[in-house]
């Protein structure tokens, strides 16, 4: 049985017609659909639509095409997180525990499918579940009031304790009543999703929320789960830390049913975001996305970008500018004080800078690069934005949402083509390195600690692949190049620039095992090098059993 989701965001005039639902859904797969009731709640809106007698869900009007409509996807891919979901979840009433409650709180950056995820680990329990999503900017009175209706729409055996209209005067009465719903006889889950914001309108509930669950709540055979992107402070030393990462490249491919080249490219575009990765029809091309997403201001591509800028810096424009310049291709401390430079030649002060950097680095917005070798310090320092989707946002989409909006997606999508292979060529290299450390092992170099790149402070040379062991002053353990085009491999003539750059790395010699990643997956015959392709660097993520490349 689906049980009742909220959605948040949910904006239409659809909602006032319940009768368009019923005839934008005809055809659906499945009994017909008949709307059974609709309710709102500040910017929340929620349509219930039963799809059978016993199967109940609920859409988000972009999930519906006012010519013929499908049922979103399904779930695909986390096979792995759920199978930690369910780890935690068998802790639950384990006698060898001191309490039979056991406490989880989920990170992860904003859209990347925390709630989706355990919206699916809870049905799939077969176990009575709470699931409640906070709404920003709500009060503490109003928060407890839809904590409260959730409980009602949920299978707790003790719902019913939380009659309609009842208003509690503090949290902690109202966790005492939560507690006295849940049951004893079996493990159950209450999921409070958007934490952070029902901590940002009370700065008591923390300390009531942790003197609850130690007082009460720990002592049900209860999974307590905290879904926020910014969980930092809850929970001090009180619940296992889960924090869930996009999709991979591997999934990102299966999901959309590219081959490995293309995934590749699909996932430096998507970053691994499923609500973005939902909109790409099964086998379409990067090309051909862009153009449909562009066509759209309210695709997620265009919007999941601003949205996430907006909830992780509502108040810091400073870091939002300097996060700006990275995104524009500043790469250097200086590179970015002179993209952040007025009119008038003032430019941002080194302590401000350091702050935003500081900020966006403790949010893993950004991460910091430096050169890597067998004398590698903290000098000469890159900055890139860490998220993939985020980088192209900011380099493509952020500058040419008035294009869109005014029906000229067609402008941006030329601008994209014609900054593509370079653009591509950077973003690709630090999936590359990630993919490299993963599978050194099985390339013969189990003992390599980190892959990277070098350079010098002239940036000239540079290598794009190092990788060496944790041990101080070691020998590299193999060196190379991306060459990341359409159709070109790795000749004779980057050959000879490899072999030229890498004498001015320490630790590298003439034994240096030498490595070409490109997107061909091929190397001139005359040219003595080992040469990787995309469904190599692919390699690195397993598939889910099942799924097929």
């Known amino acids: 049985m689906f049980r009742p989701r909220q959605l948040r965001e949910v904006t239409s005039p659809w909602l006032e017609e319940p009768e368009c639902w019923q005839e934008a859904l005809t055809g659906v797969e499945g009994a017909g659909p008949t709307v059974s009731s609709h309710s709102c709640s500040g910017t929340n809106e929620i349509v219930w639509l039963q799809l059978s007698k016993v199967q109940w869900t609920k859409l988000h009007f972009t999930e519906l095409q006012s010519t013929g409509v499908a049922l979103a996807r399904g779930f695909v891919g986390r096979?792995?997180?759920?199978?930690?979901?369910?780890?935690?979840?068998?802790?639950?009433?384990?006698?060898?525990?001191?309490?039979p409650g056991v406490a989880l709180m989920l990170r992860g950056r904003r859209r990347v499918g925390k709630s989706r995820l355990v919206e699916v680990f809870c049905e799939r329990s077969g176990l009575p579940f709470l699931f409640f999503q906070a709404s920003q900017g709500a009060t503490p009175a109003a928060g407890r009031a839809a904590f409260a209706d959730a409980i009602r729409w949920s299978d707790l055996p003790g719902k019913d304790l939380f009659a309609d209209g009842v208003a509690w005067p503090s949290w902690s009465s109202f966790f005492r009543q939560l507690a006295v719903a849940l049951p004893d006889d079996q493990p159950s889950i209450v999921v409070i999703d958007e934490l952070p914001w029902l901590l940002e309108s009370d700065e008591a509930l923390e300390g009531e929320l942790q003197t609850a669950w130690d007082r009460l709540l720990s002592r049900k055979p209860v999974l307590l789960i905290l879904i926020g992107s910014d969980l930092a402070r809850p929970f001090h030393q009180r619940a296992a830390v889960m924090v869930l990462p996009p999709l991979n490249p591997v999934e990102v491919g299966d999901l959309l049913g590219l081959g490995p080249a293309d995934a590749l490219d699909a996932y430096l575009v998507t970053g691994g975001l499923p609500l973005i990765?939902?909109?790409?029809?099964?086998?379409?091309?990067?090309?051909?996305?862009?153009?449909?997403?562009?066509?759209?201001?309210?695709?997620?591509?265009?919007v999941s970008g601003e949205r996430s800028l907006a909830a992780e810096f509502p108040a810091e424009m400073q870091a939002r500018a300097v996060l700006a310049a990275i995104g524009n291709g500043e790469r250097t401390w200086t590179g970015i004080q002179d993209e952040l430079t007025d009119d008038d030649g003032r430019r941002i002060a080194d302590s401000s800078l350091s702050i935003a950097l500081r900020s966006l680095e403790a949010k893993r917005v950004i991460a910091v690069d430096v050169p890597l070798s067998a004398k590698s310090g903290e000098r000469d320092k890159r900055y890139r934005v860490a998220d993939p989707y985020l980088r192209f946002y900011l380099a493509f989409l952020r500058g040419g949402l008035p294009l869109v909006e005014r029906g000229r997606g067609d402008i941006v999508l030329l601008t994209i083509d014609r900054s593509w292979g370079t653009w591509r060529g950077r973003a690709v290299e630090p999936v590359i390195r990630d993919a490299l450390l993963r599978i050194a092992p099985d390339l013969g170099y189990p003992e390599v600690a980190d892959v990277g790149g070098w350079w010098n402070r002239q940036h000239n040379p540079e290598i794009d692949i190092v990788a060496k062991s944790d041990t101080r002053d070691a020998a590299l353990s193999f060196a190379g190049s991306i060459e990341w085009r359409e159709k070109r491999g790795f000749g004779r003539r980057e050959y000879a620039d490899l072999l030229r750059d890498l004498r001015s790395v320490a630790g590298a010699n003439e034994q240096t095992p030498l490595l070409a990643v490109t997107r061909t997956g091929t190397a001139d015959d005359a040219v003595p090098i080992r040469c990787l392709g995309p469904e190599d660097v692919l390699g690195a993520w397993p598939r889910e059993p099942g799924s097929h490349p």
């Open 79 to 99: 096979a792995a997180e759920l199978g930690r979901l369910g780890v935690i979840l068998g802790r639950v009433g384990d006698p060898a525990r001191d309490l």
């Open 277 to 302: 990765c939902q909109e790409w029809r099964h086998g379409t091309g990067l090309r051909e996305f862009l153009r449909s997403a562009l066509g759209d201001p309210t695709s997620a591509l265009l």
